[in-house]
């Protein structure tokens, strides 16, 4: 695998899943999020896994941890303690290590993966998103993900700059190639570059649709990258249901992944990873392949916005 770029940003894999898959007697609507509450060991154990693949910016394990989903689930009162034992989890993983890694705040969708606008003014979007980075904002940069609307992504991209770190944004896409909000991977790219993210990524797509995808996202903004998912459908999850009930494909091998992956660098990514389901394998594959040809970096060190 020979990028053009000297130097790639390496993400961690699927965190969350990751996490759930080996904590099989726990099953939750918060997650990855109720594992750490119970089990904040197994979170550390798959944060130095990544750490070990050659990972270097990984994310908090704080998906879930959004101040809608842990109302609803009884647990708003809770949400300062999580997010700081997702830092304590992930620094006891470093400590584990001794590796020095960037912590990527996690920025999600506020009510749910997989679903279109929300019925909510940008005011109300931004509060929610600046109370999470006031939350996270001894992270060392901010990562903007899984977006399926503009609105929820310029409200996250205004609570990002504020604290004045590098920050970037990754949109999901749909089999047609669009967000599930009905608007062009064009109007989303647009969207956020008036706000000079680091980055703008794809995420929690599939391989088919990412590769699809990368060469016009390539097209529309200076430094771009992607991390899909291994699902064989996510439709579940979109309708409400939990993440148990989701299957992960069996033909995503690490080598497939990386074959995937030396594409979309080709096409000129600077930035990858894994969505649900890429495991610390997979990234390892990564890692390795990377291996002499260029330099792995965090995203804290990408480069100055456009």
Same mark, same amino acid.
């Given at each position: 695998?020979?990028?053009?770029?000297?130097?790639?940003?390496?993400?961690?894999?699927?965190?969350?899943?990751?996490?759930?898959?080996?904590?099989?007697?726990?099953?939750?609507?918060?997650?990855?999020?109720?594992?750490?509450?119970?089990?904040?060991?197994?979170?550390?154990?798959?944060?130095?896994?990544?750490?070990? +693949?050659?990972?270097?910016?990984?994310? %908090?394990?704080?998906?879930? @941890?959004?101040?809608? #989903? *842990?109302?609803? !689930? &009884?647990? /708003?009162?809770?949400?300062?303690?999580?997010?700081?034992?997702?830092?304590?989890?992930?620094?006891?993983?470093?400590?584990?290590?001794?590796?020095?890694?960037?912590?990527?705040?996690?920025?999600?969708?506020?009510?749910?993966?997989?679903?279109?606008?929300?019925?909510?003014?940008?005011?109300?979007?931004?509060?929610?998103?600046?109370?999470?980075?006031?939350?996270?904002?001894?992270?060392?940069?901010?990562?903007?993900?899984?977006?399926?609307?503009?609105?929820?992504?310029?409200? +996250?991209?205004?609570?990002?700059?504020? %604290?004045?770190?590098?920050? @970037?944004?990754?949109? #999901? *896409?749909?089999? !047609? &190639?669009? /967000?599930?909000?009905?608007?062009?991977?064009?109007?989303?790219?647009?969207?956020?570059?008036?706000?000079?993210?680091?980055?703008?990524?794809?995420?929690?797509?599939?391989?088919?649709?990412?590769?699809?995808?990368?060469?016009?996202?390539?097209?529309?903004?200076?430094?771009?990258?992607?991390?899909?998912?291994?699902?064989?459908?996510?439709?579940?999850?979109?309708?409400?249901?939990?993440?148990?009930?989701?299957?992960?494909?069996?033909?995503?091998?690490?080598?497939?992944?990386? +074959?995937?992956?030396?594409?979309?660098?080709?096409?000129?990514?600077?930035?990858?990873?894994?969505?649900?389901?890429?495991?610390?394998?997979?990234?390892?594959?990564?890692?390795?392949?990377?291996?002499?040809?260029?330099?792995?970096?965090?995203?804290?060190?990408?480069?100055?916005?456009?």
């Amino acid at each position: 695998m020979k990028p053009d770029a000297q130097s790639i940003v390496l993400l961690d894999g699927g965190l969350g899943q990751e996490i759930y898959r080996r904590a099989k007697d726990i099953s939750s609507p918060l997650w990855s999020v109720a594992v750490m509450l119970e089990k904040p060991e197994i979170v550390t154990a798959v944060h130095a896994d990544f750490i070990r +693949a050659g990972a270097r910016t990984l994310t %908090l394990n704080t998906y879930t @941890a959004t101040p809608d #989903r *842990l109302r609803k !689930n &009884g647990a /708003l009162s809770q949400m300062g303690a999580i997010h700081h034992q997702a830092f304590e989890a992930l620094e006891r993983a470093m400590e584990a290590t001794g590796t020095e890694v960037d912590v990527a705040g996690c920025l999600p969708p506020l009510f749910g993966s997989y679903r279109g606008q929300p019925e909510r003014s940008f005011e109300d979007l931004r509060g929610e998103y600046a109370t999470l980075v006031e939350l996270q904002q001894r992270a060392d940069v901010m990562l903007i993900e899984t977006m399926t609307n503009t609105l929820e992504a310029r409200a +996250a991209c205004d609570a990002a700059r504020e %604290l004045g770190k590098p920050f @970037a944004v990754s949109f #999901r *896409l749909e089999a !047609n &190639g669009g /967000l599930k909000s009905g608007e062009s991977l064009a109007k989303a790219v647009s969207t956020a570059a008036h706000y000079a993210p680091t980055a703008v990524m794809l995420n929690c797509c599939d391989l088919e649709t990412l590769t699809t995808a990368m060469p016009e996202l390539v097209a529309l903004y200076p430094r771009v990258g992607g991390y899909a998912n291994a699902f064989e459908s996510v439709e579940s999850v979109a309708n409400g249901g939990l993440v148990d009930t989701l299957e992960a494909r069996e033909d995503v091998s690490p080598a497939t992944y990386g +074959a995937a992956v030396e594409q979309w660098l080709n096409n000129g990514a600077v930035v990858t990873g894994g969505c649900c389901e890429i495991t610390p394998a997979h990234i390892r594959y990564l890692a390795d392949s990377f291996n002499n040809q260029c330099e792995i970096i965090g995203l804290s060190q990408l480069g100055a916005r456009p």
